[in-house]
């Protein structure tokens, strides 16, 4: 989103948080210019107190075991994708799925962005 707007207060977490971006992710990210590469993965528990207009949970099985945010949320909204990190097999077999979640969030983003936050 903040691709969409650099107005935009955006923050990524995950339910279980891993030690480093995934390497998949990171290659995929960086074939439309955007590096990732030096970001460190968030837990969800450090959010669970701020105030947001909308928090978004992308992954199916995060919709399930999301923690409740106890700061103001003004929306809850699940914009659900496959989990890419579940994908296995070789770099040549995983990395279309890792591209296709990509797109499939930029796309579905992008509308999100210009139903909800475009005035």
Not at 9 to 34: F, H, Q, R
Not at 55 to 63: L, N, Q, R, Y
Request: charged share 25%.
């Amino acid at each position: 989103m903040k691709s969409f707007d650099a107005n935009l207060d955006v923050y990524s977490a995950g339910t279980s948080a891993e030690e480093k971006v995934n390497p998949y992710a990171v290659k995929v990210m960086w074939e439309l210019g955007i590096d990732i590469a030096g970001r460190k993965p968030e837990p969800v528990e450090l959010f669970l107190n701020g105030s947001f207009d909308y928090v978004i949970t992308v992954c199916d099985g995060a919709k399930e075991i999301c923690p409740v945010f106890t700061g103001l949320v003004k929306h809850n909204v699940h914009i659900g994708f496959e989990d890419p990190a579940a994908a296995r097999g070789t770099e040549k077999e995983v990395l279309p799925i890792y591209r296709n979640v990509r797109d499939q969030i930029k796309e579905r983003f992008y509308k999100f962005y210009l139903d909800h936050l475009v005035n």
